[in-house]
């Protein structure tokens, strides 16, 4: 298994500005995500933050926008700029094992005012 | 395009009783599914896997049965416990390229009544 902890747990947040979320796990993981997921609601793939490369962006995210970094194979940060209301969200980190197992940390819980 | 649904989003329990929460999958190259349990204010947390290979896997009171020819997963809890209340989602995995992401259902809120 593996144990994912992230930082900030939440923030508020004014509308224009970023936030920088961290993302640590306790051991090596083959692949690393980033995910958001609305109250109440499914989780929606935002990126697979590659090591040493650029990210992977679903449909509907950008990397001006959600710009991700993984600078070796147990952390990555992920940044939400520019905040606009609609940017309030949880925010989940997630890290797979060489067996397909695939956790989740605790999430950032962001609201933007 | 692929994607996993839930038959029911609620699901209403005695303590003590079964729970059977289930799932449908679209993509037939889906070979790896995942439960998860999601406690309000946490990340889901992974309860039990199963692959393709496999109809059924048994975990600590949790057993998954996965039925490939009608593409459909589900997940039992016996002797169902308050501490069970949560959403559940499940999740589907493909091997490689595209289909190398984990997809996740709707959600199945299941409530445990005393």
């Known amino acids: 298994s593996a144990v994912i902890s992230q930082k900030p747990s939440r923030d508020i947040c004014q509308r224009g500005t970023s936030l920088t979320i961290q993302c640590q796990v306790d051991?090596?993981?083959?692949?690393m995500f980033w995910y958001r997921q609305q109250p109440g609601q499914s989780l929606t793939l935002i990126a697979t933050?590659?090591?040493?490369?650029?990210?992977?962006?679903e449909s509907g995210f950008v990397i001006d926008k959600f710009p991700i970094s993984r600078p070796n194979l147990t952390f990555s940060t992920l940044t939400v700029s520019n905040m606009s209301p609609e940017d309030s969200s949880i925010y989940l980190c997630?890290?797979?094992?060489?067996?397909?197992?695939?956790?989740f940390g605790p999430g950032t819980r962001l609201t933007v005012t | 395009g692929e994607s996993v649904g839930l038959h029911l989003p609620t699901l209403s329990v005695q303590e003590g009783d079964n729970s059977i929460i289930n799932c449908a999958y679209s993509n037939s190259a889906s070979d790896y599914f995942i439960w998860y349990k999601q406690e309000s204010g946490k990340g889901p947390q992974f309860i039990i896997d199963?692959?393709?290979?496999?109809d059924k896997r048994q975990g600590q009171r949790v057993t998954v049965l996965l039925n490939k020819t009608v593409k459909h997963l589900s997940l039992q809890i016996a002797a169902t416990q308050p501490g069970d209340s949560a959403v559940y989602f499940c999740a589907e995995m493909g091997y490689g390229g595209a289909t190398n992401k984990l997809i996740f259902g709707t959600g199945t809120l299941l409530a445990v009544q005393p």
């Open positions: 933050a590659n090591q040493g490369s650029e990210a992977t962006y």
């Open positions: 199963i692959r393709s290979n496999m």
């Open positions: 051991s090596q993981v083959t692949m």
């Open positions: 997630s890290a797979r094992t060489g067996s397909r197992e695939q956790y």
